[in-house]
Nanobody, 116 residues
Framework: QVKVVESGGGLVQPGGSLTLSCVVS????????MAWHRQAPGKQRELVAY????????QYEESAKGRFTISGDGARNMITLQMNNLNPEDTAVYFC?????????WGQGTQVTVSS
């Protein structure tokens, strides 16, 4: 059974850093890209950053540019999101998403709280 395992969330002060990691268990060669999405209370889920596994291409949501860096390992179906200079608006549940021929895989989410 495939599992999406996320780690690295927590509480951090404004200006601090966190690193999120996600790995999809099993040797699924059909995954084409992986991404981090987030959902803040009362808001819709939004894409933060994604990584195309075979070509190492990346894309970021506007507020993440210059602060967040996504990296990945296509052989291991793994991505990492390094988040720097965090602010309270980054507080949300962060979800890992693996895109593949239906169905996609989603993680359960990891909480990131930015507060003093």
């Amino acid at each position: 059974q495939v599992k999406v395992v996320e780690s690295g969330g927590g509480l951090v002060q404004p200006g601090g850093s966190l690193t999120l990691s996600c790995v999809v268990s099993g040797d699924d060669r059909t995954i084409t890209s992986m991404a981090w999405h987030r959902q803040a209370p009362g808001k819709q889920r939004e894409l933060v950053a994604y990584y195309i596994l075979r070509v190492a291409a990346t894309q970021y949501e506007e507020s993440a540019k210059g602060r967040f860096t996504i990296s990945g390992d296509g052989a291991r179906n793994m991505i990492t999101l390094q988040m720097n200079n965090l602010n309270p608006e980054d507080t949300a549940v962060y979800f890992c998403h693996a895109r593949r021929p239906s169905p996609d895989y989603w993680g359960q989410g990891t909480q990131v709280t930015v507060s003093s």
